[in-house]
Structure formats: structure tokens, C-alpha cells
């Protein structure tokens, strides 16, 4: 199939290993690793028991009666933000920790932007014993000062990223110094559907579980497949793992909702699909937001967790042939989201869900009234209340 | 001439000084004095590192240089501008990150030389990674000097040696750009291995900031490459960036105890 990582790392012309010499050897062993562990049924049996009484899966689909009202077709939510540590993030860390932990690593580096991903990280190392240390930018850590304590509390090193823009971009390229100076004893946890070989098919496929559940869920709910399936897009997890199980159905759409920011003419936004260009940023080739002569162009978002200037590759691919639609909304239209799932649900989502809330309540009448509509609620908007507080506050 | 460069000096046993200095720091205009300086105080080769945005293989003394390279406004064909005003006799290698190369058009290879550019080497491209582009770097009228690092099986070793040119790049160290206090115990074992299945020239870098350390290394190594002890002193002053590139000289020519 196309959406298949090819042979040797990439997806079309996407993905690859661009990483300094030293880390080669460390991603042979990796992959290697990896594809020992998912051809074990030990492996696969301990993850889904933990998937299952830890993590608290499988995440259930919600009908949404008045949000579905409001968009003139039914919409069905996969609650990602039900997980235990409140996002899809548990189920690549988890899967990846249990790896390390097979590869006889006991040391976990993660990268983290909202905070989720830091604490999905430190929890499964809580659990499994494992050291962690994740780095986190400084501006990130101002707004998410709650994950930071709650990464703390579980006995995680938060480590501040003070270069750049001191967000997620900055701390991933901390974390990736960090593991050019530990790879024989570390793991590296990647987030995202991002990084070199073997990482965006790895995290794909322990994310997957979310797309395999809910298209399963759809079929026995809603009696038919989705129109639609949409979901928010920053390096791409929780939107590669919904898609992953549909890329077959043609008749299913695939719509990933970027971070538009201040707009997409405004120069601040983390649209890299919408607006950026191919290039090379953290070992692989992707889209990428970044100026004429190669340098990486800050990306913003109120969502700290989209706010990155690359996408994964998979996603750069489904884009270039089409079978992925990418859309982005601004800051303004995902603090609409935010409120509206809330007032309409008694579900607050996540900052970067609700992106894709505010894109699907933007489309009114394009769909018909028996199109269902497939959208993945990957986190809870508790980390965002504060935030959100604070901006509605300054704005009276 | 980066090649014969190396061999020459080779025939003649003498150590090879490679000083890097990172385009545009601590601005463009001393940077051009920092290169001369460097030249005259005895390096044998210069490396340029073009400034980028997100230097994952650097430690904090190049992040800073780079930054400040970037807020000068320094591109990669500004620093083609700054190599062809600073006229050097020595041969002179890019050191980039893959995306501003890419970046910079298919005919940037033809640019560098016409600027006076002998070598280049690309942090973020290891050999078999992108056999397209790697033919089009190694293919031009640059040599493509490709790098060995610690964690690099003997197999690869090899297979690196077999497609670089100029010298082979040995990293010393696990880890980012930036000075220690001390070596690896097990570089010399390292450089052995290396040299078992590698005929060019093999220059160590990563770690070395110190006359004693280029001594120690100069006793196994065909050559040394410092630099961020020399992007850490040209911070100060190109003087000083220039006094200690000659105690390395010193060092690294002086008969063996």
C-alpha cells in the first residue's frame, strides 16, 4: 500500500535519517529492536494489558447530539482525552518505554510542548521504574506550568530550553543533543510522527490503536463508515494514528486541522503543510516552515502542543498525493472550539483538538445529514484552563 | 587541493591543523580578520560552518556563534562572499547542516568553488542515508569529507572511508561540538581501527581545545580539528583566537617527549 513506509525509511520522497553520524548505529539498533518486539507475542500481550487496565482503553466513541445539531450532521467523538493522563500521548510512550526497557535502557529522554507528551513520558517510566528527562522550552513551561508539577511529581527532571524560541522546536533539538551524548544507555521517546527512521512509522503504529478502535466503534454505532475523520495536526500523532486505519476506505475523507495562529498571511502560525516547503529539520525530510535560505522559521500557535514548524512525514506524503486534505483555523476560531465543545457537550477539549472542533463547526452544511463525521478529541482542555482564563481576563 | 593538501603534509609528517570558525561571528567583517589570522598563526585547513537555525550536533559555544552569525544576517552566499574576500592560501571546507544547502539551489556546489571553497562536509547526512544527494555533493568540484563517529561499527567505518575524500572526520567523542578537559581513553584504539580499514588521512575532532590534547592526538592522528575553543576565544578577540592557534601549532609540531 502507499501510505506504507518504504524500505528504506521514507514515504515518497519524505521521512529518512538526516542525523549526525553518531546516532546511525543507535537507530539501526532501534529498528532492529522494534521489529524483534512487534514480531513477539509477548510484547504485544503486555502492551495491550497495560493499554487495557492502565491506560484505561479502549477510549470509548461518544455521540455528540447538540454539537452534531449545530453542524447539520452526526459527529462522533473518539475520546482520546479519557486516556489515563488525559491524551493520546500514553499510547506511543507507553509502547516505546516497554521497548526501551526490552533494548536494556533504563535512561528515557522526551521532548514535550503543551506538556502532555512529558507527562504521558513520566508516567510509564513512574510505572516501569525507568529514569526521565524531559526537556521542555521555557515559554512552554510559563504555559503549562501544570505539567511541568505533575512531570515533577511523578519524579521526572524537567529540563528548561532557553535557545530559540524556547518552544517544542528547541526542546526537541535539546533532547536530540542530549541522546548524541547518551545513546548507548537512553532511549529517546519521540512525541511525534516526527524524527528520522524508524520513528514516524514507530509512533504511526502505537498510535494506530486509535483509528483501529474507532473505526470498528463507527461501524457497530453509527452502522456505516465515516464521510469524514478529522483531527488536529502539529508533527501529526493523533491524526497519522485515526487516519492510519482508514487510508484504505477511499470513500473516507482524511482532514487535518492546522494551527493558523495569528492567520496564515500573518507570518506567526504552524500551518507547515498549508504554507511551508520541503525541507530537512530533526532527521527527516518534511514540509517545513522556514525562509529562502534554509533557516527554520519559528512557528506560533496558542496551542503549545501545534506549535511546530514541521509535520511528519507521512503526512507531508498523504498531502503531495492527495489523499490527505489539510485546513488550518486561527488561535481566535480554537478559543471558539474550546468554549463551544464545552457549552454544547460538557466536553472541554484540548487547545490543539480544538482546532479541529472549530474547523468541523466552520463547515456547516458540508456535509449531508446522514454523513457522519469522525472527530478525534486527543486530549482534555484541563491543562488549557488557566491559559484560557488568563486570555479571557486580559481581554475584559 | 584539499586532498593533496592532506597527503602533502602527510608525506612530510606533519600534523595537519584544521581550525573551524563559525561565518559571520563574532560579525562578518572580523570574521574575514579571524580567517587571515588563523591562516598565518599555521592552520593547515580552514573550516567555515554556515550559521543555521537548529544545530543539533553543537554544544552551546557554536548555538551562540551561529545565532549571532544569523542576527548579522549571514547566509550561506554571504559566507561564500566573506571566503572569497578573505583570499586564504589554505584550503578552505563548508561545514553545514544539510537544509541551508539544500536551500541554496542545485548549482551551489559551482558557487563554492567559484568562491574559493575546496571541501564540504554535512553534519546531518551520514553515508547511505540519501544516496541521491550524496552523489551530488561527492559528484561536484568539492571534496565531500564525510565523518566516523565513536558509536560506528567497523563494517560502516569502511564503508564511510570508502566514500569520502580529502580526510575522513573522526569524531572523538559521543556527544555535541564543544571542549573537555579530557580525551577518551580508547581514542588512540579508535583511531587504529579506523586507520585499519582507511587509507585517506584521518583528523579527530570534537573535545580538543588545548596545546596538550593536540599533542596527544597529533601522536596518533594524521591531523586535529578545534573548534569551539577557537570560536570561544574569537568571542573575546580575534587576537586571542589567532595566540591560540599558535600554541596549538607549537604543540602539535613539537617532537615527540
Redesign the interface.
Known amino acids: 500500500m502507499a501510505t506504507r513506509e518504504m524500505t528504506d525509511g521514507r514515504f515518497g520522497v519524505f521521512g529518512g535519517r538526516y542525523v549526525p553520524e553518531t546516532l546511525v548505529p543507535a537507530l539501526d539498533e532501534l529498528e532492529a529492536a522494534l521489529d524483534a518486539a512487534l514480531a513477539d507475542p509477548a510484547f504485544h500481550a503486555e502492551l495491550n494489558s497495560m493499554l487495557q487496565h492502565y491506560v484505561g482503553r479502549p477510549s470509548t466513541l461518544c455521540d455528540a447530539p447538540r454539537f452534531s445539531e449545530l453542524v447539520g450532521a452526526p459527529v462522533w467523538l473518539k475520546r482520546e482525552d479519557l486516556n489515563h493522563t488525559g491524551a493520546h500521548k500514553i499510547n506511543n510512550a507507553l509502547a516505546q518505554a516497554l521497548l526501551a526497557r526490552r533494548m536494556g535502557k533504563r535512561r528515557i529522554i522526551a521532548e514535550t510542548g503543551a506538556g502532555q507528551h512529558g507527562v504521558a513520558t513520566a508516567t510509564v517510566c513512574a510505572r516501569l521504574g525507568l529514569e526521565c528527562v524531559v526537556y521542555m522550552g521555557e515559554e512552554d513551561m510559563r504555559r503549562q506550568r501544570l505539567n511541568v508539577y505533575r512531570m515533577r511529581l511523578m519524579g521526572a527532571t524537567v529540563v528548561p530550553v532557553t535557545a530559540g524560541t524556547r518552544t517544542l522546536k528547541d526542546a526537541t533539538t535539546e533532547a536530540i543533543r542530549d541522546w548524541v551524548t547518551t545513546c548507548p544507555t537512553s532511549h529517546y521517546i519521540i512525541g511525534s510522527v516526527v524524527g528520522p527512521a524508524p520513528y514516524p512509522r514507530m509512533v504511526r503504529d502505537f498510535q494506530a490503536i486509535i483509528g483501529r478502535e474507532a473505526r470498528a466503534q463507527m461501524l457497530e454505532r453509527a452502522g456505516r463508515l465515516p464521510r469524514s475523520v478529522v483531527a488536529c495536526v502539529g508533527g501529526g500523532s493523533n491524526a497519522m494514528g485515526i487516519f492510519h486505519a482508514f487510508v484504505d476506505d477511499a470513500d473516507v475523507e482524511l482532514i487535518g486541522v492546522e494551527a493558523a495562529g495569528h492567520g496564515l498571511d500573518s507570518g506567526a502560525h504552524s500551518a507547515s503543510l498549508t504554507r511551508g516547503t520541503p525541507g530537512v529539520l530533526h532527521g527527516a525530510l518534511m514540509y517545513l516552515l522556514q525562509d529562502a535560505n534554509g533557516q527554520v522559521h519559528p512557528a506560533h500557535s496558542i496551542s503549545a502542543g501545534l506549535d511546530y514548524p514541521g509535520v511528519g512525514p507521512e503526512h507531508s506524503y498523504l498531502k503531495d498525493s492527495g489523499r490527505g486534505t489539510y485546513v488550518s483555523v486561527t488561535d481566535e476560531q480554537a478559543l471558539e472550539g474550546f468554549g463551544l465543545l464545552g457549552r454544547l457537550e460538557g466536553i472541554i477539549p484540548a487547545l490543539e483538538s480544538a482546532h479541529a472542533v472549530a474547523w468541523i463547526a466552520s463547515q456547516k452544511g458540508r456535509w449531508a445529514a446522514d454523513e457522519p463525521v469522525l472527530l478525534c478529541v486527543s486530549g482534555r482542555g484541563d491543562k488549557d484552563v488557566a491559559q484560557v482564563s488568563e486570555l479571557a481576563e486580559e481581554a475584559t | 587541493m584539499l586532498t593533496a593538501r592532506c597527503e602533502a603534509l602527510r608525506a612530510q609528517g606533519r600534523r595537519a591543523l584544521v581550525c573551524y570558525a563559525t561565518a559571520g561571528h563574532p560579525d562578518p567583517d572580523r570574521s574575514v580578520a579571524l580567517w587571515q589570522g588563523l591562516e598565518s598563526a599555521g592552520a593547515d585547513v580552514l573550516e567555515v560552518g554556515v550559521p543555521?537555525?537548529?544545530?543539533?550536533?553543537d554544544?552551546p559555544v557554536i548555538?551562540a556563534s551561529s545565532?549571532a552569525a544569523?542576527e548579522h544576517g549571514v547566509?550561506?552566499?554571504t559566507t561564500l562572499g566573506l571566503v572569497a574576500r578573505a583570499k586564504l592560501g589554505i584550503p578552505v571546507v563548508l561545514f553545514s547542516?544539510?537544509?541551508?544547502?539544500?536551500?541554496?539551489g542545485s548549482d551551489v556546489l559551482r558557487r563554492a568553488a567559484d568562491a574559493g571553497v575546496h571541501g564540504l562536509l554535512v553534519?546531518?547526512?551520514?553515508?547511505g542515508?540519501?544516496p541521491e544527494r550524496e552523489a551530488w555533493l561527492g559528484g561536484g568540484p568539492l571534496d565531500f569529507v564525510r565523518?566516523?563517529?565513536?558509536?560506528?561499527?567497523r563494517a560502516?567505518m569502511a564503508e564511510?572511508a570508502r566514500h569520502g575524500r580529502g580526510f575522513v572526520y573522526l569524531?572523538s567523542r559521543?556527544?555535541?561540538t564543544g571542549v573537555s578537559d579530557t580525551l577518551p581513553s580508547d581514542l588512540p584504539q579508535t583511531i587504529a581501527q579506523l586507520r585499519g580499514v582507511c587509507s585517506l588521512p584521518i583528523c579527530v575532532g570534537f573535545g580538543i581545545s588545548r596545546p596538550e590534547h593536540a599533542r596527544a592526538v597529533g601522536a596518533h592522528a594524521d591531523g586535529i580539528v578545534v573548534g569551539s575553543a577557537i570560536v570561544r576565544a574569537a568571542g573575546r578577540s580575534v587576537d586571542e583566537a589567532v595566540a591560540l592557534t599558535r600554541s596549538l601549532r607549537s604543540a602539535l609540531d613539537a617532537p615527540a617527549a
Open positions: 543555521f537555525s537548529d544545530p543539533m550536533a554544544g548555538q545565532q544569523l547566509t550561506l552566499d547542516y544539510l537544509n541551508p544547502i539544500l536551500a541554496a553534519t546531518d547526512l551520514p553515508v542515508s540519501d565523518l566516523v563517529a565513536p558509536t560506528t561499527p560502516r564511510i569524531i559521543l556527544g555535541v
